[in-house]
């Protein structure tokens, strides 16, 4: 498996990805005491190719998320048309009504008859992020059509969109994504990637060494970071948690493989791990942890030493294997990148500014 040619969710053709946010230069977090200040929040939309079969896993305790019903698989749509991830809590659904104009007016969404009209299907989730900036500062219908408009190929990461006011334990949040593509197996010539919003109770940094948790050296060298000094390390450690503890880490998964929905739930259901070994603690009753995955189906594996699948069984199952796998590599790789990459936002310390020699060049 080797990082596609992005190291992003666009990797997958077909899938775009769009940001809209509005920062104010002054911007503050809001405690039990003290109103917040300005603006810190945004919308991120992931518009998909059409046919892309997509569903969900919601493992978080406090979850704020709209149409995620209606993927189950069991039920009778199968699809989706853009899938938006936005800061503003439960306010910030509102941002998905925006999108649905925006694919209406392009007429895109589910044929409903001869005359062209469409309903588009987008399932949204929402991170809390309503204390940093103003509580009433929270994206609406508008963040979703610039959002919307704005997609393309290339896919900023760090603060913004939907990762403007996020947090990651101590430290400030963000937006991440990674892919991978398969050069052997029963996956090969599959891409795999995935765009997280990170924002959650639990630290995505080991406070103990200053890097990301279990990170293995060739994993380092991935991220481009070295052990930092432990000076910055006492630094981390002697951050105080933030204060909020309504938070959540929500993202999509998008292969160009050929998947049922049930297999698309697996995939979405596998990538928590990635989830869970990036974050301790994950899946909190405090987090609302949600994971789309969608399934494109532009391209057939050429499988290499495929095993032999048992009559009665999904013929697919170790491609689905080797998807999931993947799925649970990358999301974890963007949370870590989406946490390297924040910028300041409102105070909140980085990982740059708090670790900055684990940027620097190793020593020869």
Do not use: C
């Not at 659904?93 to 895109?108: I, N, R, S, Y």
């Not at 060739?218 to 933030?242: H, I, S």
């Not at 924040?342 to 909140?348: E, L, Q, Y």
């Amino acid at each position: 498996m080797i990082p596609g040619a992005s190291d992003s969710i666009t990797d997958v053709a077909g899938v775009q990805v769009g940001h809209h946010h509005r920062l104010d230069d002054e911007v503050r977090v809001g405690t039990d005491e003290m109103a917040g200040e300005g603006w810190a929040t945004g919308t991120t939309v992931v518009l998909l190719p059409e046919g892309a079969v997509a569903a969900v896993d919601v493992r978080g305790g406090g979850p704020g998320t709209r149409e995620t019903d209606l993927l189950d698989p069991a039920n009778t749509v199968q699809t989706a048309h853009a899938i938006v991830l936005s800061g503003g809590s439960a306010y910030g659904l509102a941002a998905a009504d925006g999108v649905m104009t925006h694919l209406e007016d392009a007429g895109l969404g589910l044929a409903m008859d001869t005359r062209g009209s469409v309903v588009p299907i987008v399932p949204a989730a929402v991170i809390f992020d309503l204390t940093v900036g103003k509580w009433t500062a929270r994206p609406d219908r508008d963040f979703g059509r610039l959002a919307a408009q704005a997609a393309g190929h290339d896919v900023e990461l760090g603060s913004v969109g939907a990762g403007t006011g996020a947090r990651a334990g101590a430290l400030k949040g963000g937006v991440g994504s990674a892919s991978i593509t398969f050069t052997s197996g029963p996956a090969t010539g599959i891409t795999v990637a995935a765009l997280v919003v990170a924002n959650p109770v639990g630290a995505v940094i080991d406070p103990t060494s200053g890097l990301p948790w279990g990170a293995l050296p060739v994993e380092l060298d991935y991220f481009g970071l070295r052990k930092p000094t432990d000076v910055e390390t006492a630094a981390l450690l002697a951050l105080t948690a933030k204060s909020s503890p309504l938070n959540t880490t929500i993202g999509v998964v998008a292969t160009d493989a050929v998947l049922d929905p049930a297999s698309t739930q697996r995939v979405a259901m596998t990538a928590h791990d990635g989830l869970a070994r990036a974050i301790r603690p994950a899946h909190s009753p405090l987090d609302g942890d949600t994971l789309f995955a969608v399934a494109t189906g532009s391209v057939t594996p050429t499988p290499q030493d495929a095993p032999n699948v048992p009559v009665g069984m999904n013929p697919n199952v170790a491609l689905v294997a080797a998807i999931g796998e993947a799925a649970a590599t990358v999301v974890q790789r963007a949370i870590v990148k989406a946490v390297i990459a924040a910028d300041p936002v409102a105070g909140i310390p980085t990982y740059r500014q708090t670790l900055p020699s684990a940027f620097a060049p190793p020593v020869r």
